[in-house]
């Protein structure tokens, strides 16, 4: 699917996946999540959003961390008492490999649909029926995280649960609000050597798929970082040769304005509307909830707006993958 129409239709992917979610929940059995450790795991995008859905599943009181499928591949290595798999496709050689190695763990996978390798090796399926996506990943990210937040929010002592049929709409409204401001970003960033994305707690795990879609859609060297980490030393390669985006309300904020200050063209994703763009700064102002992972949603959603301008100035619209391998997904 064209990656432009991938992502404006994610509201109506949202809403259909919400439901197929919903559903799916309610046939399934919760309550190994409700006690114990919780590993949330997958290769890719599904890594990135592994990252999210731990840090948000820790804001609701369970412990949660995220893991890359391949620190899963030895069965001699206990990571959880239970495991959460995530994989648009069902397919991710090492997240099926992870799980068949731990055949006495309960187990659980997100992908969009039920018949796939991976749902064949788990205890309990959750389908996003997310539908068409785009090449780099749209629907199935956001639809991905949405199904963990609906996931979360079923867990003994969550919060009011979110009103995730809002969430649609407000994803419309975004696209449309941002539109500009991403093709300013883009813009700045165009040409750069070198973009780093930054962000804390669920938004680690937006700058990691952001950097993920840059390096995939617009083939630019990129890389995530833990806000406070980046300040010890990942900084100092910064100048006006390289571009900074963002992503967060408290140390973020000084973080972008030092940076654009150093003359390195810096894009900040935020909730708040008091920082003011100013020169090598472009702030993009985005909706708030009451929930980290819509939030997660919201926030990927000016980069890739951001992306495709990229892809465009560098003319790579449309082009594939140059070094897709064989022996990543099974059949």
């Known amino acids: ?191 750069k050597l070198a973009i780093d994305f930054v962000g804390s707690g669920a938004a680690l795990g937006t700058a990691g798929e952001a950097s993920l879609l840059v390096r995939e859609a617009v083939r630019a060297p990129t890389a995530s970082h833990d806000t406070l980490h980046f300040l010890h030393g990942p900084m100092e390669p910064l100048d006006a040769r390289t571009g900074l985006v963002v992503f967060g309300d408290g140390r973020e904020c000084k973080l972008a304005r030092d940076v654009a200050g150093f003359g390195c063209p810096t894009v900040l994703i935020t909730h708040r509307t008091d920082i003011e763009a100013d020169r090598n700064l472009t702030v993009i102002a985005v909706p708030v909830t009451s929930n980290g992972l819509a939030d997660a949603i919201l926030h990927i959603l000016s980069v890739q707006l951001m992306v495709a301008d990229l892809a465009d100035a560098a003319g790579l619209t449309g082009v594939g993958f140059r070094y897709r391998q064989t022996d990543t997904k099974l059949p």
């Open 1 to 191: 699917m064209d990656y432009r129409a991938s992502i404006m239709r994610q509201p109506e992917s949202l809403e259909t996946s919400r439901t197929a979610v919903a559903a799916a929940l309610d046939r399934i059995d919760l309550q190994p999540l409700t006690t114990g450790s919780i590993a949330v795991t997958g290769i890719g995008a599904s890594l990135h959003a592994a990252v999210a859905a731990a840090a948000h599943l820790r804001t609701r009181g369970r412990r949660a961390h995220a893991l890359c499928a391949t620190d899963l591949l030895d069965p001699a290595i206990d990571a959880s008492n239970v495991l959460i798999a995530l994989s648009a496709s069902g397919r991710s050689r090492e997240t099926v490999e992870a799980v068949r190695a731990r055949p006495q763990i309960l187990s659980y996978s997100i992908s969009k649909e039920t018949e796939n390798p991976l749902a064949a090796v788990v205890r309990s399926v959750v389908p996003t029926q997310s539908g068409d996506d785009g090449s780099p990943s749209t629907t199935s990210y956001t639809a991905t995280l949405q199904a963990i937040g609906l996931l979360a929010d079923r867990l003994p002592h969550a919060p009011s649960p979110t009103e995730w049929g809002t969430l649609p709409t407000l994803v419309q409204q975004t696209l449309t609000a941002v539109a500009k401001l991403a093709q300013q970003a883009a813009h700045s960033l165009a040409g």
